[in-house]
């Protein structure tokens, strides 16, 4: 199962409500202006079954997909900085 990349310049981070790390992860997307399109995967059983293939079979949030179709799980914001550069 794969995620439908974001464009270039942008993320998706799949998330759930509760969680604290991606509210964390979310804050520091804007507060330095990064756009990310979110989706909760406890809304959205295609995207928990995404979640799922790219964490061993687990619901890790935040699980990020970036621009050229690679996911990175509970990452920083240093992390996804990086790797929109690229």
Do not use: H
């Not at 310049?9 to 979310?26: A, D, N, Q, V």
């Not at 804007?30 to 079979?57: C, K, L, Q």
């Amino acid at each position: 199962m794969t995620a439908q990349a974001p464009e270039a310049g942008t993320i998706t981070m799949y998330s759930t409500t509760w969680c604290g790390y991606c509210r964390r992860l979310k804050t520091q997307l804007d507060r330095e202006g990064i756009p990310y399109n979110e989706v909760n995967i406890e809304e959205d059983e295609t995207s928990a079954s995404f979640v799922e293939s790219v964490n061993g079979g687990n619901q890790v949030v935040p699980t990020v997909v970036f621009p050229d179709g690679s996911a990175a799980t509970n990452p920083s914001l240093a992390d996804v900085v990086e790797r929109l550069k690229s």
